[in-house]
């Protein structure tokens, strides 16, 4: 597989995830309850980063990606998912799901200076 094919395929996971998190802020931000539909990727993504040590190896770098933003430990995950999954979100867990949005972001700006040569 070549260099530019694996980069694609991270950029694409990150894309993903970064979508997920931007549609809940979008609708937090709004004073919309999140759908579950809406809310499941973000779930399952945040559910991973509590066990990740079991999470894929693109899940543990995000994870390290995100903590270099700001420390989100096992503890806050773990409310941050209970808020979610109660349809609440408290102002910390808007600002930690911005955190993560904005890393993720970053990430994908990256990656794409690498698919294009750069």
Known sequence: MSEKAIFTGGYQ???????????????????????????EPVMQFLGALQEERSASQHVQFLGVL?????????????????????????????????????ALDQERAEILQRIRGG
């Open 13 to 39: 996971n990150v894309r993903d995830y970064a979508e997920s998190v931007d549609r809940v802020l979008l609708d937090l931000k709004s004073g919309a309850q999140p759908s579950e539909e809406t809310l």
């Open 66 to 102: 995100w903590r270099r933003h700001g420390q989100v430990g096992k503890a806050r995950l773990a409310r941050m998912t209970s808020e979610l999954r109660e349809h609440r979100a408290s102002p910390d867990t808007v600002h930690d799901l911005e955190t993560l949005a904005n």
